[in-house]
Structures are given as C-alpha cells and as structure tokens.
C-alpha cells in the first residue's frame, strides 16, 4: 500500500510503498478515505513533541475516517462496509493514517455521523477527544455556567464552543479580531483579547464574579490569564496545554480547581482506549442533531501533497481544520 513515512525526525515526509497490514485480535482495518492534520503532527514531524513517543520509522496522521474491509478475532460491533472515525495512531508504536490502510484497536473507534461527510469526520477526532475531556470530564459543563473559552475560533476551540453549547451553558470565547465573526456565528459571545483586558471582559460579563468553567486551548500568559478570571470556590480552569511554568496563586487565592488533559495517554498506554471511543459515539450523536460540525479548510491535499498542508499547519495559515484526502 501506499503511505506517508517519517524516516528521520526533521525531515520530509516521503510516499512510500510499505506492507499492507492485516486486522489482528481486537483489531480492524480501515480502508482510510481521509486523515485530519492536527498542529500536534507537525511538531512530531520536527522532533518538538518528545510526549508522542514516536518510533521511527513511522507513519503519521493522529485522526481518520474510512471504511470497514477486515474484522479482526474478539471484535464486536463493527463489519465490513461500515464507515468509521477515531483518533487511531501516529504516535507511540501505532501506525498513522496517512497511509492506504490503518490496522486500528477497535476500542478507539466508532462509526461515522451519517450527517457528515468523510473529509468532516476525520477532522474531528482529536479536537472532539480534547474538547470532551476538558469540558466534560473534568469540569462537567452543564446548563446555567458562564464558560469562556480562550481561542473559540481555533482547531479545539471551535469545537469546545458547540460541545459547551450543547450542554446548556452560556458561551464566551476569545479570538483575534479577524476570527471574532467565527465565534459569533457558533454561538458564543466573542471577545476580542487584542483589545480587551482580563479584569474588562471578566467585569463586563460576570459582573466581577468571574467565569464558572474557563477552557483554554493557548498555553502560556494565556493559562495565567485563565487563573486571574475563574470563578472563586466554585470555577474550575482546564488546559490543554499546560506544560509552562506558571504561579497558581491567583487560582489558589480564588479557592478554584484546575485540570490538565493529556489526550494521547490511552493511545500510548492502552489504558481508556474504550472511553475514546464512547467519546466519538456520543459526538456522531450531536452531529447527526445538528449540533457539532466542524470548520474545514476549503483546500485540497493528498498523499503526494500531505509535506504542504503541513507546511500550512504549522504556519498556522489555515482557515478551519486541514484535511488529506487519501483514497
């Protein structure tokens, strides 16, 4: 088959012709139809995300959607012809989606939203896993709190907007000025962090009293902002990039909790693969309601083209979520 191979970290991605795997026990193989380009591949690629594990050679791509073609022993729930999504390798040990075929734990998958097209479900696993386990999870999001998320128009952002928003609760997100119009057009009340301080925005739409749930999907000042702006006793900060040094004293000050996700960790333990895929059942169920849908890209890449899209990636010059096209 072919496929897209790290030989060396930092350099190219070459199209090679390598041996077609086989579903093993508790395994199925997916004819992959499309794989999602997450900023998390990019820096495997470069050799910066030493968290991935990546055994070289390898071949990347964290998220795809395909279709069914072998069932391996002690599966249950899948056949042949059905269409799939997960966030299934790329990192560890585990073999990527940017190839032809991808021999997946079962555990980590489920079957695609109907409502969705192929190119729109692999964009979603990672930042759906991410966005779920921080929202949900951790802080369990529900009807009546004030959630702001910090970069809604972003690749996680975006999508923690629509999950916080199915969920009852009352959105507010931060963007660049020219991603304000993003926010707005899912739901949430957009704040522009260019032009507006923490103590502004936290007095204008808390009156003072801080947000009850604040999601941040920046890292660095943008997590201290996050400790200066939740709720006293009852509001909780998650991060999904919470790898800085940071003062935790105005969350301590406040009496709030805070919660890191670390996505990748069933995938390189094997532990709570089962809950990744629960997770991608439940958000096929909000997109088939009509309530999740992410932002694609409009522009097209393939296997011979993958080095490009990650080139837009990790210049961060994309318009929604970049995905390849690889039947």
Do not use: C
Not at 89 to 105: P, R, T, W
Not at 279 to 308: N, W
């Amino acid at each position: 088959m072919r496929a897209v191979v790290l030989r060396e970290f930092g350099t190219p991605l070459v199209l090679s012709d390598i041996d077609k795997p086989g579903a093993g026990p508790g395994q199925v193989l997916v004819k992959v139809k499309a794989s999602g380009v997450n900023p998390l591949d990019t820096k495997i690629q470069a050799g910066k995300a030493a968290h991935a594990e990546s055994k070289l050679p390898a071949v990347l791509g964290l998220d795809l959607a395909g279709v069914v073609e072998e069932v391996g022993t002690g599966v249950t729930g899948f056949a042949p012809g059905d269409e799939v999504y997960g966030m299934t390798g790329g990192v560890g040990d585990l073999q990527g989606s940017l190839a032809e075929y991808a021999a997946v734990d079962a555990r980590l998958l489920a079957r695609k939203p109907a409502s969705l097209t192929m190119r729109e479900a692999a964009a979603l696993p990672l930042v759906v896993i991410t966005a779920w386990e921080g929202l949900v999870d951790r802080a369990r999001v529900h009807a009546g709190q004030k959630v702001l998320i910090h970069g809604g128009a972003g690749g996680i952002g975006h999508v923690a907007v629509q999950i916080a928003l199915a969920r009852g609760a009352e959105l507010f997100a931060t963007a660049s000025p020219s991603r304000l119009e993003v926010v707005a057009r899912l739901g949430a009340t957009p704040i522009d962090y260019t032009t507006t301080t923490v103590d502004q925005y936290v007095a204008e739409y808390t009156g003072g009293e801080g947000f009850d749930v604040i999601f941040d999907t920046v890292g660095g000042s943008v997590l201290d902002a996050s400790f200066a702006a939740v709720r006293p006793y009852t509001g909780h900060v998650v991060s999904a990039l919470g790898w800085g040094t940071h003062s935790i004293a105005p969350l301590s000050f406040r009496g709030a909790t805070y919660s890191g996700v670390f996505t990748l960790l069933p995938m390189l333990t094997g532990r709570g693969r089962e809950h990744h895929g629960e997770i991608m059942r439940q958000a096929a169920e909000l997109a088939d309601a009509g309530r999740l849908k992410p932002l694609l890209d409009p522009r097209r890449f393939t296997l011979a083209t993958v080095a490009d899209a990650y080139t837009a990636v990790a210049r961060g010059a994309t318009q929604g979520k970049i995905v390849i096209d690889v039947d």
